[in-house]
């Protein structure tokens, strides 16, 4: 009889699972409660759980029991709470039976109960977790804080549940103590600064009313701690969450006077400021730096960087003036006459750049990188990169065998090296330049298993573009597009436009239509024309999608849009699409990262 009946109840066990399991038929008890519930048919539901809870309490239990409450059952909901804490002897049952209570407004008796579990707290961090599950499922973040406020005291550690704290203090819209609780610590003993920042923003997001109330309760620590240069810090990063950047200067302006740091905490404002474009700004806190004198350490620091900032702003303004090259250009040659070194240094390589490719001044661009690797303190690796900027400028000059031997000289130079691989790149696109497809086809067949994925791609393409791109011998239209490039190249945009222009019409139908309607996105692009540049895109997705352009096309509407148009949400669309229709591509990787930084806002 005892055999008989334990497979009566492993056959009941079993059937239960199923329905537990989802597996819905018209006859399942369950799935008739739960849609029951859902037309409010309480008395009908709560029929079928009472049979179901009788048979599998423990199964069945906190399902009826929230039913009970939702169906406002409370004597029901009471006595099947004290059946069940009969059953198991669980503490935490005291939750429910004070959520009962407090259901019934019989305040005194639920807080009897809530109390009575945080007493519990005893250190013991599974418990404590146990315990703050309960008080949030059950809507009580009060009294979760209330644990993790005990279990903090017990454990001798404020810092130790700052962060769960933060967000429940926010939740119940307590700015002031959820910026406490991201401040939690003993002295010397303070959270790191960018765990602060993350936590922060985990409560605050954008919402300017929260940064508000944030900006007040640090200024409140700040008073009662002004030595606490954690404190300050983070106000300065809320003065920029904010967009105020002008307050964020004042703030590291006090910080670094206050510590005698020498200008140090204004330099790293500046390199912030910078990365957001905020170049006034910039500018403004490397001349603090600067005013406070030669002798500090800062100050040749300051004035190359501010030099990097000012290049930037030239190169982010499509609409520049010659009067401002020039003036740049006076900057360059002021800081490298005081400063000779730098000639050593990514300075001169800059200084060659606007000289160059902004101050059409191409003989001046070289001079300055000969004179920058003759300086004996160059160092290696500097000295490459100079060599490959040189070899480019021997391009622009339309020097080209001076061009080839520079770059053949880093590749020697640097042979098992990521730069002797661009070095041999650029040499192959030099050869494609000049028409000699043969001899760039030998080296981009070597380039295309590159260490650098960036020199490989670039490698794979071109070898396809030489490959695909020459009907019956005829080279004729390849060598000159591959032309155009070079005229590109070289910044001569109106006569690489009209050789394309004349391309078109003389071989309307050959291959390298897509490759042209490219060049002509890239050349709008490098004008700042960027809806102009879209346009050609979006052409070569629906004239060529399936063609090998496609989804170069499609990751660069991408980015266009994401970042020089400010249409976010279409930026966003077209990465997904990227990743859909091209899922073989080698952008993939790189659109799901940005679809990560998107979706994931908090993180970044």
């Not at 001169?348 to 661009?365: E, I, P, R, S, T």
């Not at 490989?456 to 573009?465: F, G, M, P, Q, R």
């Not at 080698?586 to 679809?595: C, E, I, S």
Request: aromatic letters at 12%; a negative charge; glycine letters at 4%.
């Amino acid at each position: 009889m005892q055999t008989g009946s334990y497979i009566i109840k492993c056959w009941a066990l079993c059937a239960f699972l199923v329905f537990m399991g989802g597996v819905a038929s018209a006859q399942d008890p369950g799935v008739q409660a739960r849609q029951l519930m859902t037309e409010k048919k309480y008395d009908q539901a709560l029929d079928i759980y009472s049979g179901l809870y009788n048979q599998f309490p423990d199964s069945l239990y906190t399902e009826y029991f929230k039913a009970l409450i939702t169906a406002q059952k409370y004597k029901v909901a009471e006595k099947v709470v004290e059946k069940q804490m009969g059953r198991n002897k669980d503490p935490l049952m005291h939750v429910d039976l004070g959520v009962v209570y407090d259901k019934q407004k019989k305040d005194s008796k639920a807080k009897e109960q809530f109390d009575g579990v945080v007493q519990l707290v005893n250190g013991d961090m599974i418990l404590t977790d146990r315990i703050v599950k309960a008080f949030t499922a059950a809507e009580k973040d009060d009294y979760a804080l209330k644990t993790y406020e005990r279990a903090t005291q017990l454990l001798g550690a404020p810092y130790f549940y700052s962060r769960q704290m933060a967000v429940l203090y926010a939740k119940v819209d307590d700015l002031d103590k959820a910026v406490d609780a991201v401040l939690a610590g003993a002295p010397g003993q303070f959270v790191n600064i960018e765990n602060s920042k993350t936590q922060l923003l985990e409560i605050l997001g954008t919402s300017p009313k929260k940064l508000q109330l944030a900006q007040k309760a640090i200024i409140k620590k700040i008073n009662e701690q002004p030595e606490n240069i954690h404190f300050a810090e983070l106000l300065t990063w809320i003065y920029t969450q904010k967009d105020d950047w002008d307050g964020a200067l004042i703030q590291i302006r006090a910080i670094d006077e206050r510590n005698k740091e020498g200008g140090k905490r204004l330099i790293d404002l500046a390199h912030v400021a910078a990365n957001a474009k905020q170049y006034d700004v910039a500018v403004k806190a490397y001349d603090e730096v600067i005013e406070q004198g030669k002798e500090l350490p800062y100050y040749a620091t300051a004035k190359s960087e501010k030099l990097n900032v000012a290049f930037a702003r030239l190169k982010n303004n499509p609409a520049f003036t010659q009067a401002e090259v020039s003036e740049l250009i006076r900057q360059y040659e002021e800081f490298l006459a005081e400063f000779p070194k730098y000639y050593s240094a990514q300075t001169a390589a800059d200084y060659a750049n606007v000289n160059a490719l902004y101050g059409n001044n191409v003989q001046k661009g070289i001079d300055i990188l000969q004179k920058a690797l003759n300086e004996p303190d160059t160092r290696r690796n500097t000295a490459g990169a100079f060599k490959l900027q040189l070899g480019d400028y021997y391009v622009l000059a339309g020097k080209m065998w001076d061009a080839s031997l520079t770059y053949s000289q880093v590749d020697k130079e640097f042979r098992q090296d990521a730069m002797g691989e661009d070095a041999r790149f650029r040499n192959s696109k030099l050869a494609y330049y000049r028409g000699d497809f043969d001899w760039a086809q030998k080296q981009l067949s070597i380039l295309k298993s590159a260490t650098s994925d960036l020199i490989a791609n670039d490698a794979i393409y071109l070898s396809v573009l030489i490959t695909e791109n020459v009907e019956d011998s005829n080279f004729v239209p390849l060598e000159r597009f591959a032309y155009a490039g070079l005229l590109l190249f070289q910044n001569r945009d109106s006569v690489a436009e009209k050789l394309l222009d004349s391309l078109t019409k003389t071989y309307p139908k050959h291959p390298l239509n897509d490759d042209i309607i490219m060049l002509r996105a890239d050349i709008a692009f490098k004008h700042h024309e960027y809806a102009k540049a879209v346009d050609y895109l979006k052409s070569i997705v629906e004239l060529y999608g399936k063609d090998v352009l496609g989804d170069d096309a499609v990751y660069k509407l991408a980015e266009i849009h994401f970042n020089n148009l400010g249409k976010k949400d279409l930026g966003k669309n077209y990465y997904e699409q990227l990743i859909i229709d091209y899922p073989g591509s080698t952008y993939v990787q790189a659109a799901r990262l940005k679809l990560y930084e998107i979706n994931n806002p908090i993180t970044q």
